[in-house]
């Protein structure tokens, strides 16, 4: 091996202290163990759904999907926060209320869905430290 160094990347589930132990063996097949402690404030943001309201799965009704988005160290930027109808971004936009360490939303599709339909949300926002989050969720409208 050479003496550059070598690099690994890995990010965690969640923001807090992780212990590393990193385990190198030279071309002798001599072995080197190093320990490390590490604090980590880079996790993404966290979607929770909080509310499909009773009326979906009615057609007829646009339904109003609710959610929040928070990351409790970083904080979210309200302006990347952004939500998706089966790909498209409707006309009216996200209404988004401050909660602790994030946003509420509200998504108001702009037409009735039609009965019997399969609706993706896809959410997305980024932290205050350019951590980027996305997930979806799908709904299927009843009859
Ligand atoms: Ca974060």
Redesign the pocket.
Known sequence: MDSRPFTASWRPPE?GVYDFRVLSYDRAGNASLDLATDVY?????RFTLLSPEPRLGSAGFPPLVSFKVV?E??GIEASSVSASLNGIKPAKPLELSPVPGGYRGSLVPDLPLPAGSTVEVWLEAV???G?PAATSFLFYIGE
């Open positions: 923001d404030f880079n996790a993404p943001p990351d160290n970083d932290d205050g430290e951590v």
